[in-house]
């Protein structure tokens, strides 16, 4: 019976152990809010594998628009934002519901466009010229029309074009309420215009006769940015294991591995981590 009872005993404190490091393993997690384009692009598919090999923290993605994105961490619904609208990620600083930003990558938009450009535009390389054209031509024009970084970007570009879009809308812009991808299909399906971000537009398969008509314009420019959200605001962050993927994305080894990233020899984002002011 002692024996049994001894037997017993050390069961339960393995069963105990055993139930410990199993609750352990599973809250080392992490939810990442971030763009529908780091997720659409494979940008993440190539990076977390990296990520949870190096710490072991498994990493879970909510895709969604920047706005979003960040509306999510106000909830305290995420541990880490990654998303592409500084002005939006500077508001949400000044807020409190940020530690600090870091700046991480950046890439480009383009205007996509019909391979028949009926706007007449294709070549440019001044994009406010272009939206002008569209506009006035009435051209099929996609939307994304969801506060996401691309579409926070398209709306700022309206703005240097001297459009009211608000105004000037009409049965030829259609906003979608979608991220880039699904916003990508419904312009291949409609041969209309749309203001893409190049990763996404570089992975997407479902092209039809659309193609880059307008690139290299420097309000083209499209940086991304990395914050832990504040757990002193949000007491259910998880502090050290989102700056654990705040720290891997910025130092030199999650650096390297977003510019290995490429597609078909094409190197989607670019880092810049270390630079001033980005």
């Not at 537009?201 to 290299?216: H, M, P, Q, T, Y």
């Not at 020899?265 to 002011?277: I, K, S, V």
Request: no cysteine; proline share 4%; charged share 25%.
């Amino acid at each position: 019976m002692v024996v049994n009872r001894r037997s017993f005993a050390i069961g339960l404190v393995a069963l105990i152990a055993f139930s410990v490091t199993s609750t352990q393993a599973q809250d080392r997690f992490i939810t990442v809010a971030s763009t529908t384009s780091t997720e659409q692009s494979g940008l993440f598919s190539h990076l977390l594998p990296r990520f949870e090999q190096k710490t072991g923290i498994k990493v879970r993605v909510v895709a969604v628009g920047t706005g979003q994105a960040l509306d999510l961490a106000r909830r305290g619904d995420a541990d880490v934002v990654f998303v592409h609208a500084r002005s939006a990620e500077e508001k949400f600083l000044a807020e409190g519901h940020g530690v600090k930003r870091f700046p991480v990558m950046y890439n480009d938009f383009v205007l996509v466009g019909p391979k028949n450009d009926s706007a007449k535009i294709g070549g440019s390389k001044d994009i406010t010229e272009a939206l002008k054209k569209v506009e006035t031509a009435k051209a099929p024009f996609v939307s994304r029309g969801d506060k996401s970084g691309t579409h926070l970007a398209e709306l700022d570009l309206w703005k240097a074009a001297r459009v009211d879009i608000g105004k000037a809308k009409g049965p030829w812009y259609r906003d979608t309420g979608q991220g880039m991808g699904p916003a990508l299909n419904t312009a291949a399906s409609m041969n209309a215009y749309i203001l893409a971000d190049r990763g996404t537009w570089l992975s997407f398969k479902n092209r039809g006769d659309l193609a880059i008509l307008v690139e290299g314009d420097k309000r083209l420019f499209n940086q991304y940015g990395v914050m832990l959200v504040n757990p002193a605001r949000h007491p259910s962050v998880k502090r050290d294991l989102g700056q654990a993927f705040v720290d891997w994305v910025i130092s030199p080894e999650g650096q390297k591995a977003i510019a290995e990233y490429k597609i078909n020899g094409e190197q989607l984002f670019f880092p810049n981590a270390g630079q001033p002011g980005a």
